[in-house]
């Protein structure tokens, strides 16, 4: 069955969403990003994807304390994302209570420093961040595009050690239109060992059980949560018999 993973993006310390990666199209839910985890917490969620969007644009972490705010307030285990580019970057999220990285441009643009942390931190806690836009891959919060098509991307991480990859359709991502399943069925196809997490799109409960009968491993979802589209424990009483 497919996990849910539930996402906290924030700019100024807040929770906010975007609609296809544009910073000008921001729209904030809540001022308080602990009091959303907690409820992610309260609602029997394990994991939480946060993605520091005001690092991914500044390219550097910049929402280390709403990271150990969230990970002192809560159990859940978090991967943390979004403007990962030094060894210090690494060190304040895992010093700030993260259990897992998603690493995305640095991957791209030094991979030399990607798979030394591999080694260093173990592939296991380490999320490749795969963000396309026409299956090639996009860096630096979506702003910059590149030639790089995903699939030779992943392929290379996966003889590298990476299992777990989080892959991002940008035209999909908070448009609320429905998730790129097909690209999604076409990476497990190739990789069919991949911890695939889906993101982006997610706009119904329709969506996520599809990917779950298309053997997806995993998705994340954020904007159709916070609008009230999809009622969580009705998806998780269809998917698990529970809720």
Known sequence: MIDLI??????????????????????????????????????????????????????????????????????LSIDFGGGIKTQEDMDKVFDNGAKMATVGSISYTDPQTFEAWI???????????????DKNIAINGWIDNTNCDVFGFIDHYRKKGISKVLCTDIAKDGALGGTSIELYKQLMERFPDLYLIASGGVSAADDILSLDQAGIPAVVFGKAYYEGLIDINKIRHLLYGIG
């Open 6 to 75: 539930p996402a906290i993006d924030i700019i100024n310390g807040e929770c906010v969403r975007l609609t296809k990666g544009d910073y000008s199209q921001k729209k904030v839910y809540n001022a308080n990003p602990v009091a959303i985890a907690q409820e992610f917490a309260s609602m029997g969620f394990k994991r939480l994807h946060m993605v520091d969007l005001d690092g991914a644009k500044s390219k550097h972490v910049v929402n280390a304390d709403v990271l150990r705010a969230v990970s002192q307030a809560t159990s």
């Open 119 to 133: 080694k260093r931190y173990g592939a296991d806690r380490i999320i490749l961040g795969a963000d396309v836009r």
